[in-house]
């Protein structure tokens, strides 16, 4: 085949990726399944596809193709194979290769020669044409062209090898292509696939990959299907494969995945079957609506048995801690343990002791991960509000106490001072018990339990005054509080049964739920503590059946609810939570709840309203800047996104105030000057960053800059 017929079989097959590219979905409707990229040099494919395959009208092809032979059957083709030898020479194996892939999907019937140790005849002994090859294996494609015009213009008979030309070309759209896909510029990078098809091939994968995203980006994830399944319809190489099928994970629906997987050689995705059943199995850990199929358990189980890492362990732990199998979890954060789990598998062991009702294992477990962050006090805090109220109470030792009494007044949790206030008066000890009732009170005004066991401990100790003025203030919200002094009420101690009334603690929810944001609030000053009592008989704590975050009207609780709603990517009903918050706490809630907001809101990707948000939020300086850096990342993407370049800018500029630039966002600033035209500030941010890290990214924008400028010279 000649090379004129070789690039009119490219424009035919260019002009067809372009119309099933832009109208692809209007074809798709009307014809059966076919894939949206063949490029005329597709790997394994003749250069000349059937008519049915690549469709393209007949006026299109003799428009761009007038002198086409009308059914020629050409000769062998004569195959240029200068550049084959030149990459074995130097050793450049993925060129070689690379090369090699073409030219067998241009020339089917093409054996490569066994002898690359010389040159091609007619090319031995010519220096300067090998320069330019050198030149090209470079990426200097500037000095290239240079090269051959220079050479053309001493030496008017010479001409540049077809291959040389033809391989420059591709390599130069190749990157401007990486160029626009570094730039977000998807429009552009569709337009460049559709203009030079030549590129789309097993030769370059991650220019098909670069296509698939720009069509997932904008609106076209059956188009990105399309492209992925050309690689693997095509391409042979195992890490290319299976790296497709990575992408199209993390871009495409499920059900376009699973159609991809259809094309599976010899098991070769099994870690992509096994990510998928690791993603259901995290969903339905989230949410205990949702279930995993038993054979995704037992591939994950399969994986967790054989491993020698923590990852999948504690991701069954925290599955079946959902779904009432918390033995089970606890195995399995054990056995995350001892693979070096770390805090998160030591929150999930010591809910699921707790869910076990192992609480003093439970507790001296937690104690030893208390520093290693705000989920693993919690799910200590909630192991010890249970240890406190179980039945028959046990006996603890006074290092236990302290240390309990030590992190329930460094958090300010409500719900185990009042557990420490009933452990000690059932032990007799009324006064420390109404220090803690008192103390719980100080940091949740809303917690009933810890204002009515306060009402009993002034009735014991005979303060009418105070019983009353405690009475007036929660008899119309609590009858068993107003009841107190009802006289035909039995004077006896709290029983068992007082406990199962009174422990409606939502310390307790939290071992059936994912772990939230611990709620401080009330007194800074140190909580005073007489001597630890003795146990005394005790029912066990009740536990929360409700939804998984949780329920309750108070302010803390409608906070709490909002970080956990939040942690499960549910930011609407959160920003609901929060706002509830907002109306039924005290200053500090509803300050956190602000912030809370604003969050939420960011999470819908609304920046403007969460900027609203957080200037609602009194919050100390350290975190309000922590959230406006935050938020105005978010404003930049948006502004860019919308290319609202000077307003992108500006919106830097504010945040460089607060905190400094990071290298993603240094990129973004280089790409906004060039977006703007002003080339000589885009250099400057290109030419630090690719001094500073020899970053590829700024590689890109510095050529993408000298196309534009030699282009605007010209």
Partial sequence: MSVKSILIAVAVSGLAFYTLGRYGHDIASREAVQPVI???????????????????????????????????????????????????????????????????????????PTDLSSQGKGQAGDPELERMWRLFAEGKYGEVRAAIAQRGSTDPNWRAPADLTAQLDTAEARQRLVNASNARQWEQVIRLGTETPAMLTCASVDALWRVAEAFVQTGKPERARDAYAYVLTNCTKPAERTGTMQKALATLPENLVEALLSQEQQNEFASIRDEMARRHIGKAADDPTQKATPAEIQRI????????????????????????????AATWFQTALARNGGAKAAEGAVLALGDTKK????????????????????????????????????????????????????????????????????????????????????????NEPAAYGLALVRERLRDQAGLRTLVAEWGSRSQRIADILNPRRPRSAPTAEHERQTRQMPAAESAHRRPTPIVRSGPDEPIAHDAAPEPARRSDASRATGGNCGGGSSGAAALQ???????????????????????????????????????????????????????????????????STLLLAEQFYAQYDAKDYNGALITLSQRRRLAPETTDLMLMRGWSYYNLGRYDDAAHIFEALYKANKSPEALSGLTAIRDVTKRNAQ
């Fill in 38 to 112: 063949q490029p005329a040099l597709a790997q394994q494919q003749p250069p000349q596809a059937p008519a049915e395959a690549v469709p393209a009208p007949n006026d299109v092809a003799q428009a761009k193709a007038p002198d086409r032979p009308a059914a020629a059957q050409p000769a062998a083709p004569k195959v240029d194979e200068t550049a084959l030898r030149y990459f074995a020479g130097q050793g450049d194996t993925r060129r070689y290769e690379a090369e090699l892939a073409r030219l067998r999907a241009l020339y089917p019937d093409w054996k490569p």
């Fill in 301 to 328: 189980e399969a994986l967790a048995n054989a491993a020698s890492t923590p990852d999948d362990a504690i991701l069954l732990g925290f599955y079946t801690l959902h779904h009432d199998e918390p033995a089970k």
């Fill in 359 to 446: 609480y003093q294992e439970a507790e001296t477990l937690g104690a030893q991960w208390l520093e290693a962050g705000a989920a693993n006090r919690k799910a200590y805090l909630d192991a010890i509000t249970a240890l406190l109220t179980q039945e028959p109470p046990p006996r603890l030792d006074r290092a236990v106490i302290e240390r309990i009494v030590k992190t329930v007044g460094q958090d300010k949790y409500a719900a185990g001072a009042g557990a420490l206030g009933w452990y000690a008066y059932n032990a007799g000890q009324i006064s420390p018990a109404g220090t803690w009732f008192e103390t719980a009170l100080s940091w949740d005004r809303g």
């Fill in 561 to 627: 609810r909002g970080w956990c709603l939040l942690n499960l990517k549910r930011p609407v009903a959160a920003a609901q939570a929060f706002e509830a918050a907002r109306r039924g706490g005290n200053a500090q809630i509803a300050s956190d709840a602000a912030a809370g907001v604003a969050y939420a809101k960011m999470q819908q990707g609304l920046t403007a309203e969460a900027t609203v948000a957080a200037s609602a939020a009194n919050l100390p300086p350290a975190r309000r800047k922590e959230l």
